[in-house]
């Protein structure tokens, strides 16, 4: 199959850390990748891992990806206001070739 | 800066009355995409294009073609828009994709289409 879900919503405080969490089911993909989306407007490619990473750290953008559990994670350090946004994760479908998303992860950042 | 661009960012048309949406890239990328996104769901692939080989998703319907006359320019045709299709449609680019890594998506701004 090819689901990739995401909760749907997140709240934080500015200032706090965000982790956003991402499960997908193809064992197979060689690439996951966080797109940021916000309103009104297309994706915003954040960061991508290889699948034979565990982790990949860009400024206040970390990834962690745990191929065991098909788990894959994005963690925003310092939470600012202008984070506010939809964001997705994807898979690269080996198979079909093709990216699939996720369900989306609405992100709000309050003062 | 290199680019996706995608015209007009809002279009309007009517029930029925066929459209087009456009997108180019400065990126030089030889895949191009077109996905559909209703609100609050993530992207749907419509079809892409490797070069001029056109590759269209077993669920995308007849209503919706594809040209791409060049490397540079795609185009969307919507010939008969339903109300259904009111959404935002994204077009996304690559550099390759068959058998090769990094096959990283680099998204234009969107054109949202409302049907009346």
């Known amino acids: 199959g090819e689901d990739v879900e995401q909760s749907l919503f997140l709240s934080v405080r500015e200032g706090d850390s965000s982790v956003i969490n991402c499960t997908y089911t193809d064992s197979s993909s060689t690439y996951l990748y966080w797109y940021k989306q916000e309103p009104g407007a297309g994706l915003q490619l954040l960061t991508y891992?290889?699948?034979?990473?565990d982790m990949k750290q860009d400024q206040r953008l970390t990834v962690l990806l745990n191929k065991k559990d098909k788990h894959l994670s994005l963690r925003i350090a310092d939470t600012q206001t202008g984070d506010s946004a939809i964001y997705f994760c994807a898979e690269l479908n080996t198979g079909f070739q093709k990216l699939v998303f996720g369900t989306g992860t609405r992100l709000l950042v309050s003062p | 800066d290199a680019m996706v661009i995608q015209n007009p960012r809002y279009q309007v048309t009517q029930f029925g009355k066929p459209v087009t949406l456009s997108c180019s890239q400065t990126l030089n990328h030889n895949v191009m995409y077109w996905y559909q996104q209703k609100s609050s769901q993530a992207p749907k692939l419509l079809f892409h294009y490797y070069d001029k080989d056109f590759n269209n998703e077993a669920d995308t319907p007849d209503n919706f073609q594809s040209r791409r006359p060049n490397t540079s320019f795609c185009f969307l045709d919507i010939r008969s828009p339903g109300l259904g299709d009111a959404a935002m449609y994204l077009c996304?680019?690559?550099?390759?994709?068959?058998?090769?890594?990094?096959?990283?998506?680099?998204f234009g701004p969107g054109t949202r289409l409302t049907v009346l």
């Open positions: 891992i290889f699948s034979n990473m």
């Open positions: 996304a680019t690559s550099r390759d994709r068959r058998g090769r890594t990094a096959d990283t998506q680099y």
